[in-house]
């Protein structure tokens, strides 16, 4: 249904596959959405298909866009990432008022979302960076939403919001996450997340597939029935589909027919990059968006496939093929967990620099519908964070402590066997040397300093006393006091 008359509480600009299955969904939801794409063809095809679905108010230029929504305005941008964003930030701080919200439901750099924030405040208006996840489907019928910017547009931007949001146990899948660039920041940090969980779930699947020797339909049920358990999630759930999917035509397992070279937007790789600027190590997350790069590497993998590169003694698969499969899959469960870990220890770090004040248990709760990396497993980590909100680490939680104590050995049993099998596991490998270098008495790290002040005069500290001392290296050897 459409009227003209009629004054939206939301409105959509960017009609294309998110925008418009965004539209959709608020429709459905009891709201009357105004709706504007730049070229009027997909607004009108919107209108055409699913009309009906609920009080669309269509506009065809962007001043009468904006004099259809109800005060104080409120309108979510769809459009592609950059300089379009930009391009229809600036329309819509143009023809809106004082107080009007403009919202950014794209996959913006945080960094963006803070100056575009600066500059629409300053022109009288709020700003507001959501991280929208859960791809079309989840557009359509309930995504995980994480909006920044002020508290002020969450008072009205909320309910609408949790109108259309996925919810759990009664709970919306949408809260305020924090100031300017918080929203789009948790949302980074999700999809570098995501990254490592779905290459700790390939490297799985290799070992499976290459070291026992298993067809990808068996392996679908493996995943099947692993999905049943404590990796029960979106992802494992999604994984047994791809893996039991036949090609339509050859027949051959699907999975065997698809260009081993995996793609990116570059969600991951930002997610990588800040963890280097912040200085936390989200291995895992490096280690995936690699991962992919690797895949990427045309050339280099068919110079080495072709035999220039020495494979060693391989070794074959020694054991019981059941134990085996068990102690992959707790080897999957233990990367994932270091990977969440290692993303929320991220968040920790951005919320501080930035000054967000992020609560982790917020993310663990609206991160169970929705969303991609959407898991049972999440219910745990609200719980872990539920009883200490000052964890100094997901994993040093006693819940997920205790799982250690049972997946460690297996973790250990598949790195050396994947090693020995001449098979990669980048995740499980550096994951595990990660947890090894957390739990480690004493790090190489004194060796490097003392390296850095042989070849620098970098200077040192002492275990045994304060202060930041030197040795002269080139001279008599003798150690100084610099602090
Ligand atoms: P696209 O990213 O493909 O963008 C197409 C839309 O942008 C069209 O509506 C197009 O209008 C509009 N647009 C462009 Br291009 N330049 C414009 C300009 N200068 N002024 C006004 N409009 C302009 O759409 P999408 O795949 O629906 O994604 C929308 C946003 O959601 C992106 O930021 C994306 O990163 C994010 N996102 C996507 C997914 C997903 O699964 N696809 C998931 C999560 C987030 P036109 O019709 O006139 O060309």
Redesign the pocket.
């Known amino acids: 249904m459409t009227d003209k008359n009629e004054l939206a509480q939301i409105g959509v600009v960017?009609?294309?596959?998110?925008?418009s299955n965004l539209a959709r969904n608020f429709a459905r939801n009891g709201n009357t959405v105004a709706v504007y794409?730049?070229?009027p063809e997909?607004t009108h095809a919107l209108i055409e298909a699913h009309g009906e679905e609920g009080n669309f108010v269509p506009s065809e230029t962007i001043e009468d866009f904006v004099a259809s929504l109800e005060r104080p305005r409120k309108a979510i941008i769809?459009?592609?990432?950059g300089k379009?964003t930009d391009?229809?930030i600036d329309q819509l701080a143009e023809a809106m008022d004082e107080g009007d919200v403009i919202i950014d439901?794209?996959?913006a750099l945080f960094t963006d979302t803070i100056r575009r924030e600066k500059d629409v405040a300053a022109r009288g208006k709020h700003f507001v960076g959501a991280g929208?996840s859960g791809?079309?489907e989840g557009a359509l019928n309930g995504p995980s939403i994480m909006p920044g910017g002020p508290k002020e547009s969450w008072e009205t931007l909320g309910p609408i919001l949790e109108s259309i949001a996925a919810n759990v146990d009664g709970t919306p899948c949408v809260t305020h996450i924090g100031p300017d660039g918080a929203g789009h920041f948790v949302k980074m940090v999700h999809n570098g997340i995501e990254y490592a969980d779905m290459q700790v779930i390939g490297e799985a699947y290799q070992l499976l597939r290459y070291g026992a020797g298993m067809e990808p339909a068996e392996i679908a049920e493996v995943f099947r029935e692993w999905n049943s358990g404590d990796l029960d999630s979106y992802l494992i759930e999604i994984t047994a589909e791809v893996l039991a999917q036949k090609d339509p035509e050859t027949g051959a397992p699907l999975v065997d027919v698809i260009v081993d070279a995996a793609g990116q937007k570059g969600t991951g790789r930002w997610t990588a990059i800040n963890g280097l600027e912040l200085g936390v190590p989200i291995t895992g997350i490096a280690e995936s968006v690699f991962a992919r790069a690797l895949s990427s590497s045309t050339a280099q993998r068919r110079a080495a496939q072709e035999g220039q590169l020495p494979a060693g003694t391989i070794k074959e698969l020694d054991v019981d093929k059941a134990a085996f499969i068990e102690d992959v899959r707790r080897a999957l469960y233990a990367a994932k967990l270091i990977a969440y870990s290692q993303g929320f220890d991220e968040i920790k770090a951005g919320s501080e620099e930035f000054g967000w004040d992020v609560d982790p248990r917020d993310l663990a709760t609206i991160w169970r519908g929705g969303c991609i990396i959407r898991a049972k497993f999440l219910d745990r980590i609200r719980a872990a964070y539920d009883k200490n909100a000052d964890l100094p680490a997901l994993i040093l939680d006693p819940y997920f402590k205790g799982e250690l104590e049972d997946l460690i050995d297996p973790w250990r049993r598949v790195v050396v066997a994947a090693t020995q099998l001449g098979l990669p596991a980048p995740v499980f490998a550096s994951s595990l040397s990660y947890y090894d270098s957390l739990r480690a008495e004493r790090l190489p790290a004194a060796l490097i300093q003392g390296q850095r002040d042989f070849f620098g005069a970098h200077t040192f500290k002492r275990t045994d006393k304060p202060g930041v001392f030197h040795i002269e290296w080139s001279g008599d050897r003798s150690l100084t006091q610099t602090d």
């Open positions: 960017g009609l294309a596959v998110m925008g794409n730049r070229s997909k769809m459009v592609k990432a379009a391009a229809v439901g794209g996959n929208i791809g079309e």
